[in-house]
């Protein structure tokens, strides 16, 4: 399974545009990238999931280049309530299930 | 819409002492089922995982283990808990991958918080 890489923490501020990056190296063909996001004392929650190029929701980007070996999580004009930790994931299914590989993840904070 | 209950929320259990820790899924059917464990400040570690009743694969070896007596419901077990159990635990489920390659998201529930004294 690939690993991630990413930074431990980012400081940001209201209104600013938050990008974070992930490595990973070793990403397998059929490995998609997906991205979570964790508040203190709650489970993770799914952000995005991209497999190749640029994916957009409501509430997030991604971007992925070509040799798709590192993606950048884009948040768009961040608030109060997007400090959390965000966690990066590079996996595909394997024997019936998914399996994800939970690193430490991004602790982002947003500062007023 | 789909669901997922966990309890109890919160709980304190001296060392050596049994535990039993309940997951149940609403609103699916087949899920795949999944045990983490997250210690403070750090990732997710995968426990265990199920794709059916009575299937149960474990990641890693320890003093801990799982039960699917139900379709939509998952238990985590021990029979005698150790200092090093404590954490937060996180059951998730996912629909049944039913494609080669992707990842179907998984969704969390709120978590149990465990400290073994």
């Known amino acids: 399974l690939a690993k991630t890489t990413q930074p431990i923490s980012m400081d940001s501020y209201e209104g600013q545009e938050v990008n974070i990056t992930c490595s990973h190296n070793n990403i397998a063909t059929n490995d998609y990238i997906t991205w979570y996001q964790q508040f203190p004392s709650q489970g993770p929650r799914f952000i995005i999931q991209?497999?190749?190029t640029k994916v957009t929701n409501e509430v997030a980007s991604l971007f992925i280049p070509a040799d798709r070996k590192s993606s950048t999580l884009s948040l768009p004009r961040v608030s109060l309530s997007d400090t959390a930790v965000y966690y990066c994931?590079?996996?595909?299914?394997?024997?019936?299930?998914?399996?994800?590989?939970f690193g430490a993840g991004t602790r982002l904070a947003v500062h007023p | 819409s789909q669901t997922i209950h966990q309890w109890p929320a919160t709980l304190v259990q001296p060392v050596g002492s049994p535990l039993s820790l309940e997951c149940t899924v609403e609103g699916t059917s087949n899920p795949n089922l999944y045990w983490y464990r997250q210690a403070a400040g750090r990732g997710l570690q995968l426990l265990f995982y199920?794709?059916?009743?009575?299937?149960i694969s474990s990641e890693v070896p320890q003093n801990l283990s799982a039960s699917r007596p139900q379709d939509r419901q998952f238990i985590l077990s021990s029979k005698k808990l150790l200092l090093s159990d404590s954490g937060f635990y996180l059951c998730?489920?996912?629909?049944?991958?039913?494609?080669?390659?992707?990842?179907?998201?998984?969704?969390f529930g709120p978590g149990t918080r465990l400290t073994v004294l």
């Open positions: 991209g497999y190749k």
């Open positions: 998730a489920w996912s629909p049944t991958s039913g494609r080669f390659g992707g990842t179907d998201t998984q969704y």
């Open positions: 994931l590079v996996g595909g299914s394997s024997g019936g299930y998914n399996k994800l590989i």
């Open positions: 199920s794709v059916g009743i009575g299937q």
